[in-house]
């Protein structure tokens, strides 16, 4: 009789360490310490999104890079969303 338990476990834990690697390469992908012409064709090849080119801070630091997404205000900007039936 399969084992169906600890198959989904097993698949369970083979999906975190899959996230793992992509979320550590994403992590490089975006370094600014890392050749961009690199990076853009990494993340081209694993269809992951491309780094943009950063802009140096004025006390030569460079600017932290913002997470990858639409970060765009949208219709609830401001506003908690902690709960549905707050006002």
Do not use: C
Request: aromatic share 2%; glycine share 6%.
């Amino acid at each position: 009789m399969p084992d169906l338990a600890g198959d989904l476990a097993n698949a369970e834990d083979e999906l975190a360490r899959l996230r793992g690697i992509v979320a550590n390469t994403t992590a490089w992908i975006h370094d600014d310490a890392y050749d961009i012409a690199a990076r853009r064709a990494l993340a081209q090849r694993l269809k992951l999104p491309e780094p943009s080119p950063r802009t140096r801070s004025t006390d030569g630091a460079p600017d932290r890079h913002r997470p990858v997404g639409d970060h765009s205000p949208g219709p609830n900007a401001g506003r908690s969303t902690l709960s549905a039936t707050e006002d």
